[in-house]
């Protein structure tokens, strides 16, 4: 235990670039191989849209990474947060720190993108995105990311997260994010058997539905359990979703990065006034 904590404490950016464009290749050549969609568009246009908001993810979180470490530190000195309220051993703390970080850093604040107006609106450029797969997991607005960095931060100070732990946590969500948004089709007894623990491919999928209800179901990003939990969770036919958003079908709005950055300044499109 004591070179996992020593590795993830010091771990390199080098290796935390492996892990994101590493597990983005891999993913990428499963879809390639065994797909559940066999549509035809430019994937490498598709790729490109959703590289450039992966490098503006990562430019975010590098300016803001040195708030993050200042709250680990502090928790850690101060011994402040829910792990260090129980007595057990460190790897039970480290999973416990994983799991809050994961309901506050990723399902509340994904939960509360599809409640409030505001951050909606900057939510939309993830579920714009038509044709779903590996990329679509790092697709996200600038904004958005400073909100998902904040709440991660919120998760920290909750928890009482070590450095170490942050890692781990953020290395287990960039890959679980990877995989659940791909377009594999995984058997579906595999996929049973891993969503009892783990946000699957089949169970992700239905969240990027063009339209409510369905869009509003299975928010998790890492666990399952979350939507089990609180009553979010929704099982549904995948080869009858299409993807998208309802409000934001026009190729300008799904595929032009420029006008894509203005969509949370502009005005508020309601599904209301499709009907």
Not at 191 to 210: A, E, I, Q
């Amino acid at each position: 235990m004591d070179q996992v904590i020593s590795y993830f404490t010091e771990i390199p950016s080098t290796h935390r670039s492996i892990i994101l464009f590493g597990g983005l290749a891999f993913f990428m050549l499963i879809e390639n191989v065994v797909p559940l969609f066999k549509t035809q568009y430019k994937k490498g246009q598709h790729l490109g849209l959703n590289l450039f908001f992966t490098f503006t993810t990562v430019l975010v979180n590098l300016s803001m990474a040195f708030a993050l470490y200042v709250v680990s530190l502090w928790v850690a000195e101060y011994e402040f947060g829910i792990i260090h309220l129980i007595n057990a051993p460190i790897l039970v703390k480290m999973i416990l720190a994983v799991m809050l970080l994961d309901l506050i850093g990723a399902w509340l604040i994904h939960f509360l993108e599809h409640r409030i107006k505001v951050l909606w609106m900057f939510h939309t450029i993830h579920h714009s995105d038509q044709h779903v797969d590996a990329s679509t997991a790092n697709r996200h607005h600038p904004g958005e990311s400073v909100f998902r960095f904040l709440f991660t931060c919120l998760a920290v100070f909750i928890s009482g997260a070590e450095v170490w732990m942050i890692m781990v946590y953020q290395s287990l969500s960039v890959i679980l994010s990877q995989f659940n948004h791909s377009n594999i089709n995984l058997p579906i007894w595999l996929d049973n058997g891993l969503k009892l623990l783990f946000v699957t491919p089949h169970m992700h999928r239905v969240h990027h539905h063009y339209k409510r209800p369905l869009s509003d179901k299975n928010f998790g990003n890492i666990f399952s359990l979350w939507d089990r939990l609180f009553r979010t969770y929704v099982v549904y036919d995948n080869s009858k979703l299409e993807y998208g958003l309802d409000t934001y079908m026009d190729k300008e709005d799904h595929s032009n990065i420029i006008k894509m950055l203005k969509i949370p300044f502009q005005a508020y499109r309601s599904p209301d006034d499709l009907d």
